[in-house]
């Protein structure tokens, strides 16, 4: 079965690092999302990508965050100069095209921890 | 705007016992509702869909999910509880409002199962 497949695992850093994190979305999806998960908190909205631009994005995808499609199959997600409150647990997604109606598939996670 | 809205973030049940997860949409079109589980650090697996098909949902490990629109409501249930269903349970509506379908999460309901 496809799946949406995120490296690495587990990334430590300390504050004021440059971080990337990769996804490879299934292969045949169009969209594609970041979506971060404080500890204990709800899991929020990011950024959106489609066709090779940026559809949407939330408040807290400010100037330190970007997302690049470099390849055609890698989806990454930078964060230039991280800070202690961007711990979290970063998760990809992919949907296939076809609307707001398909569900999108999730990554495993990459949690970040930020020292 | 879309929003779900999830009813008690911790619910506790005794293994054979009914799971009831409580999940209310807003939404000024018709919805797309979705249920996703999260086990303990692991990613998001989606549960079931509601794309307006039907209104009883079926989804994996015996769970399943009524649309009711008078009462805004998508309900998750399963009649009879196991020790492996504790997990984080998420409602999730798909937002049509943008270019990018972005699903946005409600806050989450832990599921614990007693022996």
């Known amino acids: 079965e496809p799946e949406v497949t995120q490296t690495p695992s587990h990334q430590v850093t300390q504050m004021g690092q440059e971080v990337i994190l990769r996804c490879v979305p299934i292969s045949n999806h169009l969209y594609f999302y970041w979506y971060r998960q404080i500890l204990g908190q709800k899991v929020e909205f990011l950024v959106s990508f489609y066709n090779n631009e940026i559809s949407e994005k939330s408040e807290i995808f400010d100037d330190q965050f970007s997302v690049e499609r470099p390849d055609g199959s890698n989806f990454t997600l930078k964060i230039r100069s991280t800070k202690l409150e961007d711990s979290a647990m970063y998760f990809c997604?992919?949907?296939?095209?076809?609307?707001?109606?398909?569900?999108?598939?999730f990554g495993q996670g990459t949690r970040l921890t930020v020292v | 705007a879309q929003s779900v809205t999830q009813l008690g973030s911790h619910v506790s049940v005794s293994e054979g016992a009914l799971v009831l997860l409580r999940c209310n949409y807003s939404?000024?079109?018709?919805?797309?509702l979705f249920w996703y589980v999260q086990y303990p650090n692991q990613g998001l697996q989606l549960l079931l869909k509601?794309?307006?098909?039907?209104?009883l949902v079926k989804g994996i490990n015996g769970f399943e999910a009524e649309f009711k629109k008078s009462e805004t409501s998508f309900h998750l249930t399963k009649p009879s509880a196991h020790m492996s269903d504790a997990a984080e349970y998420f409602c999730?509506?798909?937002?049509?409002?943008?270019?990018?379908?972005?699903?946005?999460f409600g806050a989450g309901t832990r599921l614990f199962v007693k022996a």
């Open positions: 999730a509506v798909s937002d049509p409002n943008t270019g990018g379908f972005k699903t946005i």
């Open positions: 509601y794309t307006s098909a039907a209104t």
């Open positions: 939404s000024s079109v018709p919805p797309y």
């Open positions: 997604a992919s949907r296939v095209l076809g609307g707001w109606n398909t569900e999108a598939f």
